[in-house]
């Protein structure tokens, strides 16, 4: 089974906020409003023992998981934040992300999230 159909059968949907690229005004950067939220479907599970071991310091299971979808999520920029995602009445900030081409010659996106402790809610 492909990870496509893995998707399609057993991904939930979950909203992705993305904000635009911000500015630079006078030499400081100013960062520009959040894009309309965006629905994906994704599979989200918690890391595997081994990821488990390679979490940065101050990391831990119940705050970091990893998740499946065709939607290419994006990191930290040098002039942009990193996606949220809103899942489980939390939001969830990426990462990372790997892009993996399938057989089917559409990409996948494997991506680590980590849920935000500064008392962030949905948007």
């Known amino acids: 089974m ?3 159909n893995v998707i ?6 979950c909203k992705v906020i993305r904000q635009a690229v911000g500015t630079y005004t006078d030499g400081r950067f100013v ?3 959040n894009q309309p ?3 994906i479907t994704a599979v ?3 890391l595997s023992g081994r990821e488990l071991e390679a ?4 990391q831990s299971a119940e705050d970091t998981r990893v998740v499946f979808t065709e939607y290419k999520l994006v990191t930290r920029t040098p002039t942009s934040s990193p996606d949220q995602i809103e899942y489980d009445g939390e939001l969830w900030r990426v990462y990372q992300v790997e892009r993996w081409d399938g057989l089917s010659g559409s990409p996948h996106y494997i ?6 402790t500064n008392g962030s809610a949905p948007v």
């Open 55 to 58: 979490l940065p310091e101050g």
């Open 111 to 116: 991506a680590r999230i980590v849920r935000q």
């Open 8 to 13: 399609d059968r057993h991904g939930i949907s």
């Open 2 to 4: 492909s990870l496509r």
């Open 37 to 39: 939220k965006v629905t």
């Open 44 to 46: 989200i599970q918690p």
């Open 31 to 33: 960062p520009a409003a």
